[in-house]
């Protein structure tokens, strides 16, 4: 089940340039990065309520990030729904008729396990579930 939506990922060609304008524009703070290799990205969390904002800075351009940016420019990149079954709730989808771009979930940034719908199933919202790792 579906129990919120836990962050909003956003792409930026640079965490170093994008961070400022999150803390002294609109003041929040910047809690945490990390460099997800697998995913070719450097990520950074800010807290805003219950939900995050996932900064998401390309570390090539070939990476899936990199040809995002290439491809709309910056902006609003993924959706990322926490559920309390990964498993069951990537099946759900699959049964829907859902394109899946990860059957089986990957451990992504913040020690979370996380899968995503390919956006041409999910109405142009590249959709990501994420559970804590088990
Ligand atoms: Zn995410």
Do not use: W
């Amino acid at each position: 089940m579906i129990t919120r939506i836990d962050h909003l990922g956003i792409a930026v060609r640079s965490l170093d340039v994008a961070i400022p304008y999150y803390e002294k524009a609109l003041g929040l703070k910047c809690e945490h990065r990390e460099e997800v290799a697998s995913q070719q990205v450097r990520t950074a969390f800010f807290n805003c309520g219950e939900v995050h904002l996932e900064l998401l800075e390309p570390m090539s351009p070939d990476s899936p990030v990199g040809k995002f940016i290439e491809k709309n420019g910056e902006g609003i990149h993924h959706v990322a729904f926490a559920t309390d079954n990964l498993t069951g709730q990537l099946q759900q989808a699959a049964d829907a008729g859902v394109k899946l771009i990860h059957a089986t979930p990957f451990e992504g940034a913040a020690g979370k396990m996380v899968a995503f719908l390919h956006p041409k199933s999910t109405f142009g919202v590249l959709t990501e579930f994420c559970a804590p790792k088990a």
